[in-house]
């Protein structure tokens, strides 16, 4: 839980759907994650950002490899997560449409599956809603559209908004992609304040880091 954490490392799994997120998802690995692994680097933190469908059609998205990748990145995220919450529920799967090897190696996506949940909220609850340890999680809800008929399974959508505002974890609104921007940018230099004050590392720290960082990775 905490080996990220002790090697100086946030690995933060982000989670939307996809028609309503494209403009939110560009934004924020193109601008505001390049400038957050800067302020990271300056404390010999490393941030890896993992938006594994930016750039994935929905189409693409729905193959049981996709979203066995995406669990498998959120179960080497923890304790990190931010989810965004749009006007649009997702694509609600079949078992047989995710395929054996979702199923097999994630066992809680069979009871997913049978409370008709969508991609997006499957990962909310594996990655953050489902787990008692605290997390280091952030939701970001955008503000509802005016237009009722884009909006795709409203009870659902609502019900899943109502649950992540009853959750521990923060959870705000945002009207706009530069909105959410700011949001985020607010948190993670929070969180970095939190877990990495800023201090001077020796030079034996950063190699002791270093080689645990190696380590791991192999």
Same mark, same amino acid.
């Given at each position: ?12 799994? $982000? ?68 989810? $965004? ?26 009871? #997913?599956?049978?409370?008709? %949940? +969508? ?9 953050? %809603? ?7 999680? #952030? ?29 521990? #974890?923060? +959870?705000?609104? #945002?009207? +706009? ?24 590392? +020796? ?5 002791? $880091? ?9």
């Amino acid at each position: 839980m905490n080996s990220l954490i002790d090697n100086r490392q946030i690995r933060v799994f $982000i989670s939307s759907t996809f028609q309503d997120m494209q403009d939110e998802r560009d934004y924020l690995m193109k601008r505001t994650f390049p400038k957050l692994r800067k302020l990271a680097a300056e404390r010999d933190v490393t941030l890896t950002e993992l938006d594994l469908r930016w750039g994935i059609t929905e189409e693409e998205s729905k193959s049981g490899k996709v979203v066995e990748i995406c669990l498998r990145e959120i179960e080497n995220s923890i304790p990190f997560f931010i989810g $965004i919450i749009g006007n649009r529920y997702g694509w609600i799967p079949a078992k047989e449409d995710l395929g054996g090897n979702v199923t097999e190696r994630f066992v809680d996506v069979n009871k #997913y599956i049978d409370q008709h %949940l +969508s991609v997006t909220e499957m990962e909310m609850q594996f990655g953050v %809603l489902s787990i008692e340890e605290d997390m280091h999680a #952030y939701f970001y809800i955008k503000e509802q559209e005016e237009d009722a008929e884009k909006i795709d399974y409203p009870e659902m959508l609502n019900r899943l908004k109502e649950e992540v505002r009853q959750s521990k #974890y923060p +959870s705000s609104t #945002y009207s +706009s992609p530069e909105n959410l921007a700011i949001q985020v940018e607010e948190a993670f230099i929070a969180l970095l304040n939190q877990l990495f004050p800023q201090t001077n590392l +020796s030079e034996l720290e950063k190699e002791r $880091i270093g080689q645990r960082s190696f380590m791991n990775q192999l």
